[in-house]
């Protein structure tokens, strides 16, 4: 195996970072996200030529780049990146134009369960839940990541759980992502505040009635995921990842209590031990950039932006560190 960079892409930063041989981090670069393609194209180009600034080893190192939206198969492009104003785009193209070499694409909450797992070595299987302005969620296994016939797998944060609930975006109501998305917690809290869920949970300790009721809506919202991670997929453990999930123990603890409660009529779900398979992203990694690297450095050189290829080659190498470890 080879150095690697690679690059998360989120509506507000870029986050890259170069790996070596051994995976571990050897420099990394931030910079804020510009809006549109060109403006995308451009920062990741920018932070790449950052990096092999930084480290000179790099030049012509394999890139990964994990990307909000859905990926078009086999061709690196991207669509319905919203929040980056793309509507679609082939960025693998376009950054090969910038950089002289074509990155692996691959949607970012993919890249950052590669991530999860590779620091998670003790773990068979994980469902990574990506909490942030959305909800979504991608599991890797002993075949690598599933991502199904349309590159859709894990997208559940349109599940209405509760068909009485807050209004979500989509059009339906009582989403996960409308009780526990970021963006929706923002709207319903409607106070300035530059962590806005972080702003809820702190006027719920403070007595707040309206407050307390939105955290129990990201709490419920929470744990019906996990529990429908587990109950689909049935994961050795869900992590917990993305700007919400910062919030540590003051939401994961009440989620597992909620599953514990939820489970206490069951003896089928006391059976699976929900609340026993919650974990958090270990120290706050940047896993969205480091699974990137991984896929990058796994690709198969033949077919530099074939998904199945590099994550089953992904897979194999986080097999490969469990044994190195061991």
């Not at 041989?21 to 790449?48: L, Y």
């Not at 919650?278 to 990694?285: C, D, E, F, K």
């Not at 950039?289 to 089953?312: D, K, M, N, V």
């Amino acid at each position: 195996m080879t150095a690697a960079i690679g690059v998360d892409v989120g509506g507000t930063k870029i986050l890259a970072v170069a790996v070596d041989e051994a995976g571990t981090e050897m420099a990394r670069v931030r910079r804020p996200t510009g809006w549109g393609p060109d403006a995308v194209g451009d920062g990741i180009a920018g932070a790449v030529a950052e990096l092999e600034a930084v480290v000179g080893a790099l030049l012509g190192a394999p890139v990964g780049i994990g990307i909000p939206g859905q990926i078009v198969p086999d061709t690196g492009v991207v669509e319905h990146a919203v929040n980056l104003g793309i509507e679609r785009f082939g960025l693998a193209d376009a950054v090969a134009a910038r950089i002289g070499r074509r990155p692996v694409v691959d949607n970012d909450v993919r890249a950052a369960a590669l991530g999860a797992a590779a620091l998670l070595p003790d773990l068979f299987s994980l469902a990574y839940l990506n909490l942030g302005t959305g909800i979504a969620a991608a599991v890797v296994d002993e075949t690598g990541l599933r991502r199904g016939p349309r590159g859709a797998a894990g997208e559940i944060g349109h599940l209405s759980v509760d068909p009485a609930g807050p209004p979500c975006r989509c059009g339906q109501r009582g989403c996960i992502e409308a009780l526990a998305g970021g963006g929706s917690v923002a709207e319903r809290w409607g106070m300035p505040a530059a962590l806005p869920v972080l702003d809820v949970f702190d006027a719920a300790d403070a007595g707040i009635a309206a407050a307390a009721r939105i955290r129990a809506d990201v709490v419920r919202g929470v744990a019906a995921a996990v529990q429908l991670l587990i109950l689909s997929a049935d994961v050795d453990a869900v992590v917990l990842g993305g700007g919400v999930a910062a919030l540590g123990d003051r939401l994961a603890v009440p989620v597992r209590e909620r599953l514990r409660t939820t489970a206490t009529g069951s003896p089928f779900l006391r059976s699976l031990r929900l609340e026993e398979r919650v974990t958090a992203v270990p120290g706050r990694a940047p896993v969205g950039a480091l699974g990137a690297a991984l896929l990058a450095r796994t690709a198969h050189p033949a077919h530099p932006a074939h998904p199945a290829r590099s994550t089953r080659a992904a897979r194999e190498a986080i097999l490969d560190a469990r044994i190195h470890q061991a």
